[in-house]
């Protein structure tokens, strides 16, 4: 499938202007990482990842890495491409962001199924997590896990998130609502 014009790279003046815009986006590291602002070229990895875990056909794929990359812009968080800090190798993405019915903004990720396992997700996630405080605060943002994901409610249990019952039943769904809280020391 040849892929639509819209998301070919950009060229000449326009992709030095793409270039501006994701250099004033922040950079987090981790031991292992580099969450990044997301970029055409990671395009290919959040489409396979889409259609292994979610069965998306390519429009999908790319109308959600739109969505969530104007997250940037529109809310001030929004879609972070986590790289190997030895290679630049894309293994994953995360999310501070709100899809068009959350009531507050999510932490949510997303792993090529190669990379899943070996904690990638934690080390993201905990980096996004504490980025989320200090740009939200503590308390302002949950994760909505499906109730059956078992690995994605530990996850959020390893980040130090506690359920919140009270929106889960105005949620009125199979999701457990993690919410996180910054533990002052």
């Not at 292994?52 to 997250?71: H, I, K, L, N, V």
């Not at 990720?109 to 980025?131: K, N, P």
Request: hydrophobic share 40%; charged share 20%; net charge negative.
């Amino acid at each position: 499938m040849t892929p639509a014009r819209c998301i070919q790279p950009p060229s000449g003046k326009a992709a030095m202007a793409a270039a501006q815009y994701r250099a004033t986006l922040p950079v987090l590291e981790t031991r292992r990482l580099v969450l990044r602002a997301p970029q055409l070229e990671d395009l290919p990895v959040w489409t396979a990842i889409c259609r292994d875990s979610f069965g998306d056909t390519d429009q999908e794929a790319w109308t959600e890495f739109s969505y969530y990359t104007s997250g940037w812009l529109l809310h001030g968080h929004g879609l972070f491409t986590v790289t190997l800090k030895d290679d630049d190798q894309v293994v994953g993405f995360v999310i501070l962001g709100l899809e068009w019915d959350d009531q507050e903004p999510e932490l949510g990720y997303l792993f090529s199924a190669q990379h899943r396992l070996q904690g990638y997700a934690t080390e993201a996630c905990t980096a996004v997590r504490d980025f989320g405080f200090d740009l939200l605060g503590s308390g302002r943002f949950v994760s909505y896990v499906s109730q059956s994901n078992a690995r994605s409610n530990a996850l959020a249990q390893r980040l130090g998130a506690t359920r919140d019952t009270v929106a889960e039943q105005a949620f009125g769904a199979d999701q457990h609502v993690w919410r996180y809280s910054e533990v002052k020391a």
